[in-house]
Structures are given as C-alpha cells and as structure tokens.
C-alpha cells in the first residue's frame, strides 16, 4: 500500500488544510478544494490524471504528496443469491500493525440495494449469538476506513457517474446500485463515534455522495449515552439489536445489557431526537428456538415498545460452527410475527442472504478468520516437516 496520505476521508476544511500544507497559495485553495472534493465524492477518481479541471503542475504535486487509496480487496465472493462479501486489507497505522482486515456486504434487489459496512476491526461485546463478537477488537476504524469501504464498493459494482460493473450479474435495475446503508457490519458504531459521524457526514453531504440520511441505519446494541448524540449529530435512522424482553436474558445474549438495562435504553429511544412515524425506529430480534421466541415473549415485546414508533426486524439465527444456539422453527417464527402485527407493528422477517458465503448477519469475518487459522496450521505442519526431514 502507498505510503501516501490518502485524501479518501478528508472533509472540505481539511482538504484545504492539506493543500496550504503542500504550499498551495492561500487564494487557491479554497477553489482547489472544491475542485478536489468534487472528483473525489461526486465522481469517485481513483487517480489524479482523471481530474481534468486542474492543472498538470498541479496534479504533479498532488499526486507527489497524496494517494485516493481506498482499502485493498483481499477476497471477493459472490453468493448464489447475488450477495457481494469483499475481505478488505487496510493500511497499516504503525510498522507493528499488520494489514488489518474487514468485511463489507453488498446485497442487491430488483430495484435497490444496500450496503453493510464496518466501524471496528473485530468486536468488544461478545454478543452470544454473534460470530463476529467472538473476535477480538483490534482498533477502531478511522473516517476514511469507513466511507472507503463505500467508495470501494461502488467503484466494483459501477455506482459513480458513467461507470459501469465488469461484472453486471444481480445488480439492481435502479440508477444508484447502493441506494442504503447500514452500519450493521463488524463492530459496535457508537465506540466509535467520532469517526462513524464524520464518515457519515461525508456520505451524506448533497454536493458528494449525496446519501440521505433515511438511507442510513446505524445498529447499536445498546450504548445508552451515545444514542441522543446520535439524533442529534448525526440524524441518521436508528436500529436496536434488542434480541431478548427480559434483562436477566439479554445480560447473556447482549452483555452489555448489565451496563444499560433494557428500561434505560427504551427510555432512550423514546427520547430519540427526531422520532416519529416517518422516522421510526427499527428493533433487531433474532429468533433463537426455545430461549427468545415463545408467545409470551412476543406479547411483552408489544408490551415493552408501547408508545415508541417502531418496525420490529425478526432475524432468523445464522447458524455459525460451534455456536450454542438453533434458529426458531418457521412455524413458531410466524406464530411471533403474527402477534406482533396484530398489536400494529410491522414485523418483515429478514430473509437471509449470503448464507453459503458466510455474509449474513452475525456471521462476518468468521469464515475468513477460519480459514487463516487453518492455513496457519498447514503452514506449521510443512514447517514442522521440512525440518524433520532436513539433514
């Protein structure tokens, strides 16, 4: 990877704080940076020779200074259903850091499609059912880490002006090929909170990307001081990965629970800036068979969100190696979905996608750290046995 700095995540201030770095006249920059912002989130450039408004002294002594590096692809598998997994490298932070890997999800319909995208490297709350949890954290993602995964992906798949995919195979027949995203990738977004909003402002800015931000869901697990500033700073929609009406269960199932009790968090999202009918608030529940979907839950679940404009996503468990628990029998998923609806909730079940490429929920990076484990492994045994037999 370049050893640059790359401009990907850098908002119009800093643009034109880089530029007066590299000695850019003042009375310049201000045009330079616009010209500059408009190649890099309007148009998507991956090279500075296509920025055919600036001048070639002047792209010379950008591309001396600066790269428009997104993450590197590592490994990109296409599901049978059309989902796309990429395993994206990302540049070193310091010369003891290996390149840091995570994955993005891109899953198209006929007539939309939706981006899932990363805050972490790895995951601090070992949420029981969730693969991804059972990863250490390494560190958080930076701005440009995050808004490069979505960069990444609509390069691949032709989503800037006059693009198109080498690869046309799924895509949805809308004119933006992503048309929503959701942090729901490895992570948990509001420790990091920072660095999510400024990447999200980014997205969302209408003179670049132009994301609105009812085409952004931001899924927490509950980090209670976090969700105002969310509404607030950020006015994106909200998703909770609820998963459980009953605090001594939800301790298991999402442990941090023991910090923010399911009371402090409905509090909180009855206090969610912004809320109404039009922005309601979207409730995560993976059925799990036996422990979170009987009748009786899915009548406190009513009970607990009263008053609190709401859809309740139902999520069929991801089964994942090792894992303790068993996805809900569709007979009783239906029976839970059904008294839901009648209390006026819309409850959709979340069909799983990119199951066989192991891209659905709670299931990212697992297969590829899986499989760098099992390499490692061969890799000692031929170690061990070049040594064996060396004379």
Known sequence: MSEKQSLIGASKPQLQQLLANIGVPEKQCRMRQEQLWHWLYTRGSTSFEDMTNISLAMRTQLEDHFCLQRPKIVTEQISVDGTRKWLLALKPQSPREKAPEVECVYIPESDRGTLCISSQIGCTLNCSFCHTGTQRLLRNLTPGEIVGQIMLARDQIGDWPGAQALDQTGLPTSERKITNIVLM??????????????AMLLAMAEDGMAYSRRRITLSTSGLVPEI????????????????AVRDELRDVLVPINKKYPIAALLDACRNYPGLSNARRI???????????????????????????????????????????YECSNWEQ?????????????????????GRDIMAACGQLKSLSQKQRASDAKLDDHADSKIMSEAP
């Open 185 to 198: 990738g490895m992570g948990e977004p509001l420790y990091n909170f920072e660095n999510v909003r400024d």
């Open 228 to 243: 105002a500033r969310t509404g607030e700073e950020m006015k994106v929609m909200l998703a909770i990965s609820l998963h």
């Open 282 to 324: 979207t409730f995560e529940y993976v059925m799990l068979k036996d422990i979170n979907d009987s009748a009786a839950d899915a009548r406190e679940l009513v009970r607990l969100l009263a008053g609190i404009p709401a859809k309740i996503n139902l999520i069929p468990f991801n089964p994942w190696p090792g894992s303790p």
């Open 333 to 353: 998923i239906e029976t839970f979905a059904d008294i839901v609806n009648r209390a006026g909730y819309a409850s959709p079940v979340r069909t799983p996608r």
